[in-house]
Nanobody, 129 residues
Framework: HVQLVESGGGSVQPGGSLRLSCVVSGYSYRTYCMGWFRQAPGNMREGIARIEGDGSGTTTYADSVKGRSTISHDNTKNTLYLQMDSLKSEDTGVYYC??????????????????????WGQGTQVTVS
């Protein structure tokens, strides 16, 4: 039974930083694709960062967060992170982590949807104001 549990959300002023965490348990695939999605009020859920666990560690970012965010995965802790700096009001939303096998990373990030990942966390709210 795969579980993803996010934490680290909260309220922050523009220009501030947050680090989101996602503890993954029960995942037994040898390779993985893990990512962070954001859903702002009234908007679709969008992929903002992704990391490939096929040995390459390739990371991909949406233009909206590129240069301000870093995704990483600690294998020893089974934890996915998203470090976000220089936060803007438009970063406000519910942030979800997602995981599946490496095939999920074949879809371009800007086209990734809920259907590309089989496992999701419950979401954590980030408010920038």
């Amino acid at each position: 039974h795969v579980q993803l549990v996010e934490s680290g959300g909260g309220s922050v002023q523009p220009g501030g930083s947050l680090r989101l965490s996602c503890v993954v348990s029960g995942y037994s695939y040898r390779t993985y694709c893990m990512g962070w999605f954001r859903q702002a009020p009234g908007n679709m859920r969008e992929g903002i960062a992704r990391i490939e666990g096929d040995g390459s560690g390739t990371t991909t970012y949406a233009d909206s967060v590129k240069g301000r965010s870093t995704i990483s995965h600690d294998n020893t802790k089974n934890t996915l992170y998203l470090q976000m700096d220089s936060l803007k009001s438009e970063d406000t939303g519910v942030y979800y982590c997602a995981a599946d096998d490496s095939a999920a990373c074949k879809t371009r990030l800007e086209f990734a949807t809920r259907l590309d990942f089989g496992y999701w966390g419950q979401g954590t709210q980030v408010t920038v104001s």
